[in-house]
């Protein structure tokens, strides 16, 4: 519990957590939408997640054509997910991407105290993780 999150395996997740499995297999079959995955660093297994999460503007690269793949997630890229699948926007100025743990604090996600535990560290591990992903599905 204690490696480190990479962005693939965060995708990953948060694909899980909002339970996107169907919607995620039928955008794979769907050429009609004409969407091109602009990343060159996705592996193949990882595709149809990340492009259909990018498609939907719930998750970013870290540049035009690269996701980061290998990268290490951070606590406030994980929580940038989070809050935008309970519908805030930080396209739209809800939220500012860096400052996502605190905006997790302010609506109630999650804890001053759990913000302290996670960020306690340097480093995001997946533990910390389990810690966001269940305070996400607990959230209302």
């Known amino acids: 519990m204690e490696k480190e999150l990479t962005r693939v395996e965060g995708i990953l997740i948060y694909a899980r957590l909002l339970g996107l499995d169907e919607e995620i297999a039928a955008f794979a079959n769907d050429t009609a939408t004409g969407y091109v995955m602009p990343f060159n660093d996705v592996p193949d297994w990882a595709k149809n997640e990340i492009g259909y999460l990018n498609y939907k503007g719930l998750a970013n690269g870290i540049s035009s054509d690269m996701f980061g793949t290998t990268l290490k997630m951070s606590d406030q890229q994980f929580a940038t997910l989070l809050l935008r ?36 560290d340097p480093g995001f591990t997946r533990g910390e993780m389990v810690i966001l992903a269940y305070k996400f599905l607990q959230f209302k």
């Open 85 to 120: 699948g309970k519908g805030y926007s930080d396209a739209k100025g809800d939220f500012v991407w860096n400052q996502a743990m605190e905006k997790a604090v302010e609506v109630g996600l999650i804890t001053e105290d759990d913000k302290s535990l996670i960020q306690k």
